[in-house]
C-alpha cells in the first residue's frame, strides 16, 4: 500500500475531502486535528461528517439531507430497514446506506 | 367487458399504464385518468439527494391505482431479487413486474436470469409479472413456477413497432393458463387492438402514450381499442378465406334472363 504523503494544509484547503486508502480517515483524523471524523457511503458516495455530526439515526439523516422519510426506502448494509425503524435505527461510522424511492418508469 | 383476474384480484382495465417520460407529474395523472387504467408501473432508483423535489409520483392516488414496481436496472436475478425486496418495502404490497436487461441496447430480457428470480421470488410469497421475449417455452416455465402473468414483449421497449412477435404470442396465449400481458413496442391503439383481438389478456403501454403530442388523448384512444380488442375476442371472429365471399345475395339479379 502507498502511504500518502502528508503536508501541511494550506488556508482553507479541504484537507479531509477524499479517502487515499482505507482508514485514511482516522490517521489523518488523528494527526491532524485530534478529531474524530464520521463517514457514511450514502447511495455509494462516501459524505464526510466532521466534528462528530454524524447523524445519531437514519431518520435524522434524512432530515439532515431534507429528504422527504415518507416515500423513502432505506437499506443498510445491505439490510432493508423498515421506515418505522426509522428512528430507532442507529447509524455508525462506514456504513453504506443506499436511500430509494419510486420514480416513474415502464 | 369481462374482468381481468390477476393472482385473485379484478380488475375492471385491461390497459395498464408505464409511468416513464411524461413531461410532467400533471401529464402523467391525467393521462392515467384518460386511460382508465388501475395497474400503474413504476421503477426504483436511488433518491437524488441534491434534488428535493425529485418525488414526481405524488401525482399518483395509491388508493385508486395499484402500483406495480418493476426492476428495470437489474442485470441478474439477485438484482432483480434486491429491487423486488426494496419495491414491497416501498408499496407494502408483494406485486412486482420481473425485469431482467443486462442488455442497454436493446433492453432485452434475460430468459434464465429472470426464471431463475421467479422462482425464488414466488417461494418468498411475492406476486410476479415477468417480462420476457415471446418465448412460449419459457412462457410456460414461468407459469409452471408459479407467475401470475406472463408478460412477452410485442418489440423492443419503447420503439413503437408494434406486434413484431405476433405468431409467437399467438403460442404463448393457446398455452397459457394465466393472463398474458403483451408489453413493449406497442406504439399506436391499433397495436394494442390487435393483441386483444388475439386473446392477449391485458397490454402495457407507456413510451407511445407518454411521449405522444397530447398524452391524455392518446392515452383514451388506447383504452378504446383495448376495449374494441377484447369485445371482438370476445364476439368469435368470423372465418379469413383467400376468395372472396359476397355479402350481398348471388341470386335475383336484375340482368338475368
Known sequence: MNLPRLRPAKGGEKVFSKRSFPGAFFVYGLDFRGLCMGFLKINGKEEIFPDNKLPATIADLLRQLGVDSTTVVAELDGQIIERKSFPITPLHTGQNIELVRFVPGG | ?257
Open chain 2, 1 to 257: 367487458m369481462d374482468k381481468l383476474i390477476i393472482a385473485g384480484k379484478q380488475f375492471t382495465s385491461r390497459l395498464l399504464i408505464g409511468t416513464g417520460k411524461f413531461s410532467s407529474s400533471k401529464a402523467m395523472a391525467q393521462a392515467i385518468e384518460a386511460a382508465g387504467a388501475e395497474i400503474v408501473t413504476v421503477a426504483l432508483r436511488r433518491v437524488d439527494i441534491t434534488n428535493k423535489d425529485d418525488d414526481m409520483l405524488s401525482a399518483i392516488d395509491r388508493e385508486k391505482y395499484l402500483l406495480l414496481p418493476n426492476t428495470s436496472g437489474a442485470r441478474t436475478a439477485d438484482e432483480a431479487i434486491r429491487l423486488s425486496h426494496l419495491a414491497r418495502a416501498a408499496t407494502g404490497i408483494n406485486w412486482v413486474k420481473l425485469e431482467v436487461t443486462p442488455d442497454p441496447y436493446y433492453l432485452l430480457p434475460d430468459p434464465i436470469e429472470t426464471l431463475k428470480a421467479a422462482e425464488i421470488l414466488v417461494k418468498e410469497g411475492f406476486i410476479v409479472l415477468p417480462y420476457i421475449n415471446a418465448d412460449p417455452i419459457l412462457s410456460r416455465k414461468l407459469q409452471d413456477v408459479g407467475t401470475a402473468t406472463v408478460m412477452p414483449l410485442a418489440s423492443p421497449i419503447g420503439s413503437n413497432q408494434g406486434l413484431k412477435t405476433r405468431s409467437a404470442i399467438e403460442i404463448i396465449i393457446e398455452q397459457a393458463n394465466v393472463p398474458v400481458v403483451v408489453d413493449a413496442g406497442l406504439g399506436l391503439p391499433s397495436h394494442a387492438a390487435e393483441a386483444m383481438e388475439m386473446g392477449a389478456g391485458a397490454v402495457l403501454v407507456n413510451t407511445a402514450i407518454a411521449t405522444a403530442v397530447e398524452p391524455s388523448k392518446m392515452a383514451e384512444a388506447f383504452k378504446l381499442a383495448v376495449i374494441a380488442g377484447r369485445t371482438a375476442y370476445l364476439s368469435g371472429a368470423a372465418a379469413e378465406s383467400k376468395k372472396a365471399n359476397a355479402s350481398s345475395p348471388l341470386t335475383g339479379f336484375l340482368y338475368n334472363e
